[in-house]
């Protein structure tokens, strides 16, 4: 079933339930760290807006229990200047002075609600009816006339703000959710020969989008990095000394080793390792060829080295789409930035890029990257589209 956009919305006048994902880095003192998120949801906003449109944001900010765990406040402030309107913010998620702030908004007017995950149920997973039945959703969809999901970054959860309004209320897609969707729901329609960057440290997640890329036929050739190519190389056997075993160890990824030597069985040379690595030598990034493995006593391979930033250059630059999933090392730290610099550099080259994963994004923008064609505001949103899972989120929309 097709997913109506804000193209099928009659927006003038309405009350809109809007879902938009602004969680982000906080500042020791409660701040915005970095406000791309609340970017992505300009467009969507403004539109809705400007058509006349009463808009109830809701959106989440943390983990229950974890240190980002805030209210919204700061987003909503932001908000308005990105927005050049004030946004009104109410410290209540579905109470009488929630629903009070809904029923208040004029046209072209709209108000934050508080962070959805201060009310327990939002944290739970639901089907969509179950989820239509809480607190959160029942209470607000009395003033409510439609429901926007413009939250792909979340949209891989089933919580009742982002599968329950659907179930009581039209539903529609954002101008996020639908270009995502468009780009990442068609992976098949991009040029010829595709390249699959894959790198960071969360192997097992992104071993599942190797499996998947080469099984689904939609990888010509896999270009490991990160902890995923340590995890590859031992998997070949190659001494990568002990301090950057332990690592993998220590985060249990040890089955992982297996999975990769099967992986390198069944594909071969569609599967591409490093022909080097970085690691730290008196305060100093160093490089090492394979041959010259292992490296000294504690030294771990904390990036690739240049040898293997211009091999999968020859590989990605120029030709067919390039999609980049993971840093190639330590980015955060100077030392090890070069790999995942240069090579996201050698992938704007490429005739289509698109980036997904939140570390690969974060990546991009510290180093001013530009030149993508697509930049996922998704962290696993958009590995579970990259691996051919469907979205909750998206599904009831759908329905
Ligand atoms: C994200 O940051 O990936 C989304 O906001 C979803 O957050 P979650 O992983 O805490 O559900």
Redesign the pocket.
């Given at each position: 079933m097709p997913i109506q956009t804000l193209d099928d919305l009659a927006v003038q006048g309405t009350t809109l339930g809007v879902r938009i994902?602004i969680?982000s880095p906080l500042t020791d003192d409660g701040g915005l760290a970095d406000d791309a998120r609340l970017r992505a949801h300009v467009d969507t906003l403004s539109e809705l807006l400007e058509r006349g449109g009463r808009v109830a944001v809701l959106a989440?900010q943390g983990?229950p229990g974890g240190d980002q765990f805030e209210g919204l406040g700061p987003h909503a402030e932001r908000l308005g200047e990105l927005l050049g309107a004030p946004v009104e913010y109410v410290d209540a998620t579905f109470s009488a002075d929630a629903r009070r702030a809904v029923e208040r908004l004029d046209d072209g007017q709209a108000v934050v609600l508080e962070n959805t995950r201060f009310y327990s149920e939002e944290y739970m997973e639901f089907s969509p009816e179950r989820a239509g039945a809480t607190q959160l959703v029942d209470r607000l969809v009395p003033v409510l006339d439609a429901y926007v999901n413009d939250a792909f970054?979340?949209a891989h959860?089933s919580q009742p703000s982002l599968v329950g309004f659907p179930a009581r209320l039209p539903g529609y897609a954002g101008r996020v959710m639908e270009r995502e969707l468009d780009v990442l729901g068609d992976i098949e329609g991009t040029p010829e020969p595709r390249t699959y960057v894959v790198g960071g440290a969360k192997v097992p997640d992104s071993m599942a989008v190797v499996e998947s890329v080469l099984e689904r036929g939609l990888a010509d050739t896999v270009l490991t990095t990160g902890v995923v190519a340590n995890v590859f190389l031992l998997a070949e056997g190659v001494d990568l000394g002990d301090a950057s075993a332990d690592f993998v160890y220590e985060q249990g990824y040890w089955d992982e080793i297996d999975r990769a030597a099967d992986l390198l069985v069944e594909y071969g040379e569609r599967i591409r390792l490093p022909e080097d690595v970085a690691v730290e030598r008196d305060g100093d990034r160093h490089e090492l060829a394979l041959a010259d493995l292992p490296p000294g006593d504690g030294e771990a391979a904390m990036d690739v080295g240049g040898a293997t930033v211009a091999a999968y250059g020859e590989v990605i630059s120029g030709r067919g789409t390039v999609i980049l999933n993971g840093p190639a090392g330590v980015f955060e730290d100077d030392t090890f930035a070069d790999g995942t610099r240069d090579l996201f550099t050698t992938a704007t080259e490429a005739e289509y890029s698109i980036v997904g994963g939140?570390d690969t994004a974060a990546a991009i923008r510290r180093f001013g990257i530009e030149g993508f064609d697509h930049v996922s505001t998704?962290?696993?949103?958009a590995l579970a589209m990259l691996t051919g899972d469907d979205l909750p989120a998206v599904e009831v929309l759908r329905d």
């Open positions: 994902d969680n989440h983990r970054a979340a959860r939140g998704g962290g696993g949103a």
